[in-house]
């Protein structure tokens, strides 16, 4: 019985079938060729909707994840090191009373001298440094490569890896038209506080 069923089921015409069988055979061919065609573009299509977010995806690059940029870091630390105070809950600075400035070499008149010293920031968080108003002609600031020294940085101190809790050391500093007392104004988490840091001379107790 198998062997006389076995040519039907492989769709080739039985003795006998005649011209009736031919229609039939081409009929069936062109269903197996559709079906074939379809499986084909179904997996192309799969391919496609599981490569093309792969490709197009980035790792989270800021500290809120919305895709900025994260600020290039020199250091991670478990707490702000020894002779640094704290400004607001996020920020560190030095406690220094004076930070020492060295001609800078640019352009800018109001960035003729230079006081390196690095930021801590707390990571997970996003800082806007300032001078205050009055100072935009005499000081400027920067940290962590973010371009020209100017009146405003933005720190962003993206989450350490394993989101462990530790602060991020950014290298910088603060440019002077000449030495002086530099008052800053840090805001993070909708908290603005207000900082003066000696740069070339120290500042007086009362800010």
Same mark, same amino acid.
């Given at each position: 019985?198998?062997?006389?069923?076995?040519?039907?089921?492989?769709?080739?015409?039985?003795?006998?079938?005649?011209?009736?069988?031919?229609?039939?055979?081409?009929?069936?061919?062109?269903?197996?060729?559709?079906?074939?065609?379809?499986?084909?573009?179904?997996?192309?299509?799969?391919?496609?909707?599981?490569?093309?977010?792969?490709?197009?995806?980035?790792?989270?690059?800021?500290?809120?994840?919305?895709?900025?940029?994260?600020?290039?870091?020199?250091?991670?630390?478990?707490?702000?090191?020894?002779?640094?105070?704290?400004?607001?809950?996020?920020?560190?600075?030095?406690?220094?009373?004076?930070?020492?400035?060295?001609?800078?070499?640019?352009?800018?008149?109001?960035?003729?001298?230079?006081?390196?010293?690095?930021? #801590?920031? %707390? !990571?997970?968080? +996003?800082?806007?440094?300032?001078?205050?108003? *009055?100072?935009? $002609? /005499?000081?400027? &600031? =920067?940290?962590?490569?973010?371009?020209?020294?100017?009146?405003?940085?933005?720190?962003?101190?993206?989450?350490?890896?394993?989101?462990?809790?530790?602060?991020?050391?950014?290298?910088?500093?603060?440019? #002077?038209? %000449? !030495?002086?007392? +530099?008052?800053?104004?840090?805001?993070?988490? *909708?908290?603005? $506080? /207000?900082?003066? &840091? =000696?740069?070339?001379?120290?500042?007086?107790?009362?800010?």
């Amino acid at each position: 019985m198998s062997a006389t069923r076995t040519p039907r089921a492989s769709g080739l015409p039985g003795p006998g079938a005649g011209s009736r069988t031919r229609p039939i055979a081409c009929w069936g061919l062109l269903c197996l060729v559709v079906v074939v065609l379809s499986a084909c573009t179904s997996a192309g299509d799969s391919r496609r909707s599981t490569t093309g977010p792969a490709d197009g995806a980035a790792p989270s690059t800021d500290a809120s994840g919305g895709g900025a940029p994260c600020t290039t870091s020199v250091d991670a630390l478990a707490a702000p090191p020894a002779g640094y105070r704290l400004v607001g809950t996020d920020v560190a600075v030095p406690d220094a009373q004076v930070l020492s400035a060295e001609d800078a070499g640019e352009a800018d008149p109001a960035a003729r001298l230079f006081a390196k010293w690095g930021l #801590v920031v %707390r !990571a997970g968080t +996003v800082v806007v440094l300032r001078v205050a108003p *009055g100072w935009q $002609d /005499r000081a400027r &600031l =920067g940290w962590g490569g973010t371009g020209a020294p100017a009146t405003t940085a933005t720190v962003h101190a993206c989450a350490g890896e394993g989101g462990q809790a530790q602060w991020l050391a950014f290298v910088g500093g603060t440019w #002077v038209a %000449r !030495a002086a007392c +530099v008052p800053l104004i840090v805001t993070s988490n *909708g908290q603005e $506080d /207000r900082v003066t &840091l =000696g740069i070339g001379v120290p500042c007086d107790k009362t800010p």
